[in-house]
């Protein structure tokens, strides 16, 4: 079973910086099968990337997911004040159908 | 509109079971899958298993094996998801997802809203 590790726990940053989060894999994720999750206090969490580079519906392209094998991430260009929250990666290539979650990297205000 | 609906909070012994359903509208239910992710209070995501609406087909993820079971009505577009022989640690707002597109399993919008179920003796 693949086992996800997400650096840094926290990220404190002000509006308008870069956001740099890292997700690592315990082995080589299949295919590219690496997504980004967003989840603001007391909501579900919204897709933001698939496929490891896929934006998502809707996402706005100040996301961008890279990475291959056992090292993904997921880069914010700009930091709105939308965009603190905490960040998720997940794998779905490991076993058919089967989904695992990273810890999860909190991006707050400096 | 395409929403998902789920059930209301629970309180349950140790021991017990829980069943909390997942209502969906605005979309054809047999065609995306449905998931079930889990959150602890102040814990992170934890994916629990999808069911396929169509065939009544599941996965589960190896740690609720033998104890989570997800069917579904599909004379009433409603999943379910019920998890036996609760403990303490169970105790996590559950959310249903639909599947992202008919490309790509993942879940993804629309969600439900959550429902917290507590495990307190």
């Known amino acids: 079973e693949i086992v996800l590790t997400q650096s840094p726990g926290t990220l404190s940053l002000s509006p308008g910086e870069r956001a740099t989060l890292s997700c690592r894999a315990s082995?080589?994720?299949?295919?590219?099968?690496l997504a980004w999750y967003q989840q603001k206090p007391g909501q579900a969490p919204r897709l933001l990337i698939y496929?490891?580079?896929s934006r998502a519906t809707g996402i706005p392209d100040r996301f961008s997911g890279s990475g291959s094998g056992t090292d993904f991430t997921l880069t914010i260009s700009r930091l709105e004040p939308e965009d603190f929250a905490v960040y998720y990666c997940?794998?779905?290539?490991?076993?058919?159908?089967?989904?695992?979650f990273g810890p999860g990297t909190k991006v707050d205000l400096k | 509109q395409v929403q998902l609906v789920q059930s209301g909070a629970e309180v349950k012994k140790p021991g017990a079971s829980v069943k909390v359903s997942c209502k969906a509208s605005?979309?054809?239910?047999?065609?995306?899958?449905l998931h079930w992710v889990r959150q602890a209070p102040g814990q992170g995501l934890e994916w629990m298993g999808w069911?396929?609406?169509?065939?009544?087909?599941?996965k589960y993820a190896q740690k609720f094996q033998g104890r989570v079971t997800m069917t579904r009505d599909t004379s009433i577009n409603t999943a379910y998801m019920e998890l036996a022989r609760l403990r303490s640690d169970d105790t996590a707002v559950y959310f249903c997802?639909?599947?992202?597109?008919?490309?790509?399993?993942?879940?993804?919008?629309?969600w439900g809203q959550g429902t917290l179920v507590t495990v307190s003796s």
């Open positions: 997802g639909r599947q992202y597109n008919k490309w790509h399993l993942l879940p993804s919008t629309p």
């Open positions: 605005g979309y054809t239910f047999s065609d995306y899958y």
């Open positions: 069911i396929n609406p169509a065939s009544g087909g599941t």
């Open positions: 082995q080589s994720v299949t295919n590219y099968y």
């Open positions: 496929g490891a580079s």
């Open positions: 997940q794998q779905y290539g490991s076993s058919p159908g089967v989904f695992t």
